[in-house]
């Protein structure tokens, strides 16, 4: 649509567009106002270290399930979001990399080719091997490669990572129950745990977070709202 063509289509509705400027300016106006809320269930939670993760029974203290099970997204959201796990997970083409709770482009820079696996001359595995390599501090695992673009964490929230995870079109066709069993026993999400040279680990052990998962999914798999942050 041209310029000139929008403009005579307002003049034309001087009413509609009145209106749409109205409900514009109330939505902002009723945005500003709205406070962040502190997550009520959050309270009810013990207090954990940065690099721990709670225990599953710890979330016994919400009675409500549904709340208990977003309070148990939100938990398992800190490991998902820990860039050991996101690193790998990006936004883009390349993965990040950095050794503490930063992200970096990967030096050198690599793209994910059509598989997610490199490009010819530039393949993951032509540098990241089946486990790390201590001396020239490169970090491996088995079957090194990114997760494909539908599965991208970077700068999402803990609520659009809780969506994506649960819908089979962008989560490689996953059932809930595959999900938790990639979560608890897939060797490059146990490498968060182990990934070697001075790099900071994700937090607690796969064995807990497994255990977060699964009780999410028994909790009815609800995810947290938009504003909700662990
Ligand atoms: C070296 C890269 C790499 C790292 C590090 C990594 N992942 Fe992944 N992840 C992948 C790839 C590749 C897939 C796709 C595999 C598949 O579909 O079978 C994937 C898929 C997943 C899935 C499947 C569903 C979905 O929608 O994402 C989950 C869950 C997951 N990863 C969790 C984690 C967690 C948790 C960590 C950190 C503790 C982690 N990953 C670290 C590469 C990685
Ligand atoms: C030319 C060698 C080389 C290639 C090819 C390569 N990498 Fe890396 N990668 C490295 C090195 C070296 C590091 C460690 C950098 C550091 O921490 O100083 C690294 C780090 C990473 C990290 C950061 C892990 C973390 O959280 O600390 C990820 C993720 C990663 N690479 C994924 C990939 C993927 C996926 C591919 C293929 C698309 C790939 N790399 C291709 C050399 C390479």
Do not use: A, M
């Given at each position: 649509m041209s310029t000139t063509n929008r403009l005579s289509f307002f003049r034309m509705r001087p009413s509609l567009f009145l209106g749409t400027s109205v409900a514009v300016l109330l939505a902002a106006a009723s945005c500003s106002r709205r406070q962040p809320e502190p997550d009520a269930s959050s309270s009810l939670l013990p207090p954990v270290a940065p690099n721990e993760l709670r225990a599953p029974e710890a979330f016994g203290a919400i009675s409500d399930r549904a709340e208990r099970s977003k309070a148990l997204f939100l938990e398992a959201s800190r490991v998902m979001l820990h860039p050991r796990c996101s690193n790998c997970h990006p936004d883009g083409d390349s993965p990040y990399q950095g050794v503490g709770a930063d992200w970096k482009p990967h030096d050198p820079p690599v793209v994910r080719g059509p598989k997610d696996q490199g490009v010819v001359g530039m393949q993951c595995t032509g540098c990241h091997q089946?486990?790390?390599?201590e001396q020239s501090r490169v970090p491996g695992a088995p079957n090194w490669h990114l997760a494909p673009r539908s599965m991208a964490w970077t700068g999402r929230t803990p609520r659009a990572v809780c969506e994506q995870l649960k819908d089979t079109s962008r989560n490689g066709g996953k059932t809930l129950a595959q999900i938790v069993e990639h979560n608890a026993h897939d060797e490059l999400v146990g490498w968060g745990w182990k990934p070697g040279w001075g790099r900071e680990p994700a937090p607690g052990s796969q064995e807990r977070f497994g255990a977060i998962v699964a009780a999410w999914v028994e909790t009815g798999a609800e995810c947290p709202s938009e504003e909700a942050r662990p």
């Open positions: 089946d486990r790390n390599l």
